[in-house]
């Protein structure tokens, strides 16, 4: 460490503040009147959270406002999620009625569409 | 020593006089540690009683045959450690939303232009690093002494002192170029 530095600390080792003469009747006042400024002070949530947990939970909180706000944002039909809503998308009604939706009664044209399609070509 | 003990265990039957008797005799040690970190009497006093009466809150922790100065020495540091956080925090906020001249306001005038320098770059060091180089230079505490006020291992300290010292080194020198 340079010397400068050297002279530096030194003479903050000079800096030396003392106690006043009414410091011990403060303190005392201040135990008497109940726990301090800093003590009493309602905690807040991050003063119950220990400091290294903090970050984890405001990325949580921050994921799942996402999370909340594209479930109520995002209009998605009720039977089916945003994915399969957009995979329907381009399908036609008949393969609608082959691949994604069997349950669904078919229509009596789109039958005979497709028993048309295969039959042999005379 | 032994009065110590006594003192100690009276406090923590509630006894008035005991505790006044505490502050009395602690309250040297606290005024001088808490003036290596913060230059203001102001601040000295108001964090002084803070530790007081963190202290007193927490005197049920001790035990009588436990270094009782010693843990006073970790209470008072800790509380400086929040509070330079604290300012470190409020000082970062103001140098990004308001182009006040900090650093100056912080330097005393009267005071030689190479220690303004130091002082400044004390100051812009993080208190984790501040903290282990002031009791190391200031204080003259051993490594082991500051492990065990600081609460970290004795490897940590050194760690932290020698980073302390890169980036002071380093920031003097700009500030020279």
Redesign the interface.
């Known amino acids: 460490?340079?010397s400068?530095?050297n002279?530096?600390?030194k003479?903050?080792?000079k800096?030396?503040?003392?106690?006043?003469p009414y410091?011990?009747q403060?303190?005392?006042a201040?135990?008497v009147s109940g726990?301090?400024g800093?003590?009493a002070r309602a905690p807040g949530i991050w003063d119950v959270l220990p400091n290294a947990m903090r970050p984890i939970v405001a990325v949580a909180l921050m994921l799942l406002f996402a999370v909340l706000a594209i479930q109520i944002l995002m209009p998605v039909e009720p039977s089916r999620g945003a994915i399969e809503a957009y995979v329907k998308q381009d399908l036609s009604p008949r393969e609608q009625m082959l691949f994604a939706d069997p349950q669904a009664g078919a229509g009596k044209a789109q039958f005979e569409e497709l028993i048309v399609l295969e039959e042999p070509a005379q | 020593m032994n009065f110590d003990r006594e003192l100690i265990v009276r406090a923590q039957a509630g006894d008035r006089e005991a505790q006044e008797s505490l502050v009395k005799a602690f309250s040297p040690m606290v005024f001088r540690l808490i003036s290596r970190f913060f230059r203001s009497r102001e601040d000295v006093e108001d964090l002084a009683q803070d530790v007081f009466v963190k202290m007193f809150g927490r005197i049920d922790q001790v035990r009588p045959d436990e270094n009782f100065p010693g843990w006073l020495q970790r209470v008072t540091v800790n509380t400086c450690y929040d509070e330079l956080r604290k300012g470190r925090r409020r000082r970062l906020a103001l140098e990004t939303y308001g182009p006040h001249e900090i650093a100056e306001r912080t330097v005393q005038p009267k005071e030689p232009e190479d220690f303004g320098k130091a002082r400044q770059a004390l100051q812009a060091l993080d208190p984790k690093l501040r903290i282990p180089l002031i009791l190391k230079e200031v204080e003259e505490m051993s490594v082991e002494e500051i492990a065990r006020t600081m609460g970290i291992t004795q490897t940590n300290v050194k760690v932290r002192l020698f980073r302390a010292r890169k980036k002071l080194a380093a920031s003097l020198g700009s500030v020279k170029k």
């Open positions: 460490m340079n400068e530095l002279n530096f600390f003479e903050e080792q800096r030396v503040f003392e106690p006043g410091f011990t403060r303190v005392m201040r135990l726990p301090s800093v003590e």
